[in-house]
T-cell receptor, first 112, second 109 residues
């Protein structure tokens, strides 16, 4: 069975640009969450979606947005990229919120 | 910050020894989950312990939870070089996981 898949795996963008990261959850999982992990720290919560509705949002600026599609896949969008947005972006899926969350391999975003 | 803390920050042991990592969190929880991460890659789910459980086992892993102290511990028995990784606890609170700062475990052959 396929696990959580994220694309792309690596990405280099210039300050001020926009980026879209994609996530496909495990089959049967209806909840998708996004996390940002900077080097040397634990992941920080960005968004959670369940049944295509936003269930929670972390302490991130409005430049960050996300959505979940009818097939439960999800996109994370970041506008007006800053150098500080360079990080590993992780997607997690679970059957429902508060159940076991399984992570993808992440997208490594570098902003130059 | 709501982020939890893990102790120790780094741990070096020999193969065959046991490794114990501790985690403290700040919020009420539905459950607590432990993850392993190799070299900045994705997180691998190890075990989930519910808020009404005190201890759980999975293979060489033993997890305890003390909700009165808002703390958890992960014990890896008979460690192997392949256990070398960073380990994170994550407190599950309504809509999100709140991660600790992680413990870097190095197991020497």
């Amino acid at each position: 069975d396929a696990g959580v898949t994220q694309s792309p795996t690596h990405l280099i963008k210039t300050r001020g640009q926009h980026v879209t990261l994609r996530c496909s959850p495990i089959s049967g999982h209806k909840s998708v969450s996004w996390y940002q992990q900077v080097l040397g720290q634990g992941p920080q919560f960005i968004f959670q979606y369940y049944e295509k509705e936003e269930r929670g949002r972390g302490n991130f600026p409005d430049r960050f947005s996300a959505r979940q599609f009818p097939n439960y896949s999800s996109e994370l969008n970041v506008n007006a990229l800053l150098l500080g947005d360079s990080a590993l972006y992780l997607c997690a899926s679970s059957v429902t919120p508060n159940t076991e969350a399984f992570f993808g391999q992440g997208t490594r975003l570098t902003v130059v | 910050s709501q982020q939890g803390e893990e102790d120790p920050q780094a741990l070096s042991i020999q193969e065959g020894e046991n490794a114990t990592m501790n985690c403290s969190y700040k919020t009420s929880i539905n459950n607590l989950q432990w993850y392993r991460q190799n070299s900045g890659r994705g997180l691998v789910h190890l075990i989930l312990i519910r808020s009404n459980e005190r201890e759980k086992h999975s293979g060489r892993l033993r997890v305890t939870l003390d909700t009165s102290k808002k703390s958890s511990s992960l014990l890896i028995t008979a460690s192997r070089a392949a256990d070398t990784a960073s380990y994170f606890c994550a407190a599950s609170n309504t809509d999100k996981l709140i991660f600790g700062t992680g413990t870097r475990l190095q197991v020497f052959p």
